[in-house]
């Protein structure tokens, strides 16, 4: 059995290291090569042979590009060694992004493999091969989550705030460059993600934990915006393995302020008012950004407000009471978040003004606090260099 299991770490070695002698040195003469999937796919198909695995490992690099390869499990029983693992590949020729699960039966005759065949995500891999967006959909616990998935290496994960959607993080991302994993998520209620029965930001914290622990991208650090930030909170205190570090924009610990809960109520009302919905979000864009932003950045900002008015009136607003209406405080809880946090708070803000974000980062472990002038609520869109020199240099 362990003579099995060295061979299959020859064969991942030797693939490893685009050494296609020694790979075919732990391949049977006969053997079987079995990979489903879109027949566009230059690795899909059934081949038989040496001469067919040889052109198979030199077709490979023409098919994909490989920025991540893990082998985390190695099981062998008889004639046979399954090994389990993730990949995270550029797929040619469109340089999409694939990131999935795998396991790979081997069956060994005579010291070598005789039969291969792979068990992977081939419907993302040909939507890859004929497409480069980012963008990915999976139902966690029900619910419907959009994201965008680009880049490789360690994984930052971004969460918007209310009346957003993903596309706020796009500025920021743009600066960032290469050299990390950005993952943005639409919140529930927000873009194409949908929302459940019963949900609240605890549970679209257990949601993204599981989200996490399943894609193999724990400890991430987290990047929330206002609500965004409120779940971050409580995704670090619920799930604390899967952070490694916290961001926070322009966010609260408590629940909402008692002398604004009325107001909130009657926008609360108007979002399902197609007639003064509109207005309320451009009253709502008016109040999260600096003085005079609005004016300078005309296309920014009409495209942030059609954003705000093309969500689902009925989601949103469950997203609404979440965030708002029904929002506990969390502050005796944040001494159990133990992860380094940084709190940035905007100078004009006054949906979350300074003094939430201060209250915060002396009530973490580890906890600063960063203050950006000039800046209102939106401090991601407004002043977007600022964000992204704090996560280039940590």
């Not at 010291?111 to 040909?126: K, N, P, V």
Request: hydrophobic share 45%.
């Amino acid at each position: 059995m362990g003579e099995n299991i060295a061979l299959i770490e020859r064969y991942f070695a030797a693939f490893g290291a685009g050494d296609i002698n020694t790979a075919l040195d732990c391949v049977h003469p006969d053997a079987i090569w079995h990979v489903d999937g879109d027949p566009a796919v230059v690795t899909v198909g059934i081949i038989q042979g040496h001469d067919a695995v040889r052109r198979w490992l030199e077709r490979f690099p023409t098919g994909f590009r490989p920025l991540a390869f893990s082998v985390d499990r190695l099981i062998g029983e008889g004639g046979e060694v399954i090994a389990l693992g993730r990949f995270r590949h550029r797929v040619q020729p469109t340089d999409a992004i694939v990131d999935s699960d795998y396991a790979i039966r081997f069956t060994i005759r005579d010291g070598r493999i005789a039969r291969y065949q792979i068990f992977e995500d081939s419907l993302l891999i040909a939507m890859a091969r004929h497409s480069d967006a980012t963008a990915r959909q999976a139902r966690l616990n029900g619910v419907l989550y959009g994201w965008d998935d680009s880049g490789s290496g360690r994984t930052i994960i971004f969460l918007h705030g209310l009346f957003l959607n993903r596309q706020f993080w796009t500025p920021l991302i743009d600066r960032l460059g290469e050299g990390n994993r950005f993952v943005t998520f639409d919140m529930p209620g927000h873009g194409v993600s949908t929302w459940r029965d019963g949900l609240d930001l605890d549970g679209i914290a257990d949601d993204l934990a599981l989200w996490i622990m399943e894609n193999g991208t724990a400890p991430a650090t987290i990047v929330g915006h206002s609500q965004g930030g409120m779940i971050a909170l409580r995704l670090a205190v619920r799930h604390p393995d899967a952070v490694e570090r916290l961001v926070l924009v322009n966010t609260s610990a408590r629940a909402e302020y008692p002398e604004r809960v009325d107001t909130w109520r009657t926008r609360r009302a108007a979002l399902l008012d197609a007639g003064a919905r509109k207005q309320v979000m451009s009253d709502v864009q008016r109040m999260t950004t600096a003085p005079g932003w609005i004016e300078a950045h005309p296309v920014e900002a009409a495209g942030e407000l059609e954003v705000m008015a093309s969500h689902n009136p009925a989601s949103l607003a469950l997203a609404f009471d979440a965030a708002v209406l029904d929002r506990g405080d969390v502050r005796p809880l944040l001494a159990r978040i133990k992860v380094p946090v940084v709190v940035i708070s905007g100078e004009l803000d006054h949906a979350t003004p300074p003094e939430l974000g201060q209250e915060i980062a002396v009530s973490v472990g580890h906890g600063r606090h960063i203050i950006v002038d000039g800046a209102a609520h939106h401090v991601p869109t407004e002043q977007p260099d600022a964000i992204a020199t704090l996560l280039r240099n940590g």
